[in-house]
């Protein structure tokens, strides 16, 4: 079993729906949570990092249930340019810090 | 953006030959990472380095190695390339690692395919 598991799509949404992606973690030891974002055949680049009140920035809402292991991204209004594919990003405290990224989750946001 | 590049940005080689990646950063940052990224998988580390001359293996070291003889260079190097080898590679920093919200900055990354 991977220890950071994303459906990876593709989701395909018109311009202006909410659309929702979940992360799995199997880790108990794992501390924090990114999701970040990596364009068509360029760097990942990271969108927020997730709190365990959960936390917004802008039409991005994060969530973390760390009773459940799963972190969860939800973007509201979307747009054309959120097309993307967003990866889960998991640091396990492992003595010093193990970072775990997901394979991803495709988004195409369509006219 | 970060001040982090990455040459050679593409790269065709035979199998069997030596292959030498640079990473670039004009940030300062204690720590430098490789990692390769393919189809179906996440990000995957294969080296890092938390000071000159100082690093460790990530969960994909075989077949790599890795000198970091100034704080702003990092090389990796495929020692005799395979074709399991071809992928793309990204070079990343970060200021800490031993902070669990140090973010990770990304160079633009290097595709590598071994024929």
């Known amino acids: 079993r991977k220890e950071v598991e994303q459906d990876p799509g593709p989701f395909n949404v018109p311009e202006g729906a909410t659309v929702a992606f979940n992360c799995t973690y199997s880790n108990s030891a794992s501390q924090s949570f990114f999701w970040y974002r990596q364009d068509c055949r360029k760097e990942p680049k990271l969108l927020m990092s997730v709190y365990s009140s959960g936390n917004e920035d802008g039409r991005f809402t994060a969530q973390l249930n760390r009773a459940s292991q799963y972190i969860s991204l939800l973007i509201r209004d979307s747009k054309l340019s959120d097309s993307a594919t967003y990866l889960c990003v998991v640091k396990i405290n492992t003595g010093g810090f193990k970072t775990i990224f997901g394979a991803g989750t495709r988004l195409f946001v369509k006219a | 953006d970060a001040g982090i590049t990455q040459s050679p940005r593409h790269k065709v080689t035979e199998t069997g030959t030596p292959v030498t990646l640079r990473c670039h950063q004009t940030e300062n940052h204690r720590y430098m990472y490789w990692y390769r990224q393919d189809p179906g998988h996440g990000l995957r580390l294969i080296h890092y380095s938390y000071g000159v001359k100082d690093t460790d293996k990530g969960e994909v070291s075989d077949g790599y190695s890795v000198s970091r003889s100034k704080t702003e260079d990092f090389l990796l190097t495929l020692e005799s390339a395979t074709s399991s080898q071809t992928s793309v590679y990204f070079c990343?920093?970060?200021?800490?690692?031993?902070?669990?919200?140090?973010?990770?900055?990304f160079g633009p990354g290097t595709r590598l395919t071994v024929l």
């Open positions: 990343a920093i970060s200021e800490g690692g031993g902070s669990s919200y140090n973010e990770q900055f």
